[in-house]
């Protein structure tokens, strides 16, 4: 699993910065963005095996940005894990990422252990 690329993308600093230090020690080389906006263009430079969105961003939510990247054939078979501070809605939540495809979600607060374990699943 060393080597692989993962972008992360939450606009909550000290979340992003423990997911980005994290992901880093366990050999992983790491792209954190703190905007959702800013996603769609870094995704096409830094070639991601896998992307950690933050559902809930004000400027762009991480659902909104995963549709986005399901439309370009380079990015549409890219694993998500998404991620929320709010309680799950179990049926809408998990029916949005179902219908993405290639999707899983983590709530946050979460484990690392938790969300380490989801993001072998996805691209281990």
């Keep these: 699993m060393t080597g692989k690329k993962i972008l ?3 606009d909550e600093p ?3 910065s423990i997911l980005e230090k994290k992901l880093r020690y366990n050999g992983f080389e790491v ?3 703190s905007k959702g906006k800013d996603i ?3 995704v096409k430079e830094f070639k991601p095996d896998l992307l950690i969105l933050d559902i809930v961003m004000p400027d762009m939510d991480g659902y909104a940005v995963g549709i986005l990247l399901r439309k370009d054939n380079d990015t549409k078979a890219t694993p998500i894990i998404f991620m929320t501070g709010k309680e799950l809605e179990f049926s809408g939540m998990i029916k949005r990422a179902q219908e993405l495809g290639r999707c ?9 252990d938790d969300l380490l374990q989801k993001v072998k699943e996805a691209i281990g």
């Excluded at 899983?104 to 690392?112: G, H, L």
């Design 104 to 112: 899983d979600f983590i709530n946050k607060p979460c484990t690392f």
């Design 40 to 42: 769609n263009d870094k």
């Design 31 to 33: 792209l954190a963005l």
């Design 14 to 16: 000290d979340v992003l």
């Design 8 to 10: 992360i993308a939450d």
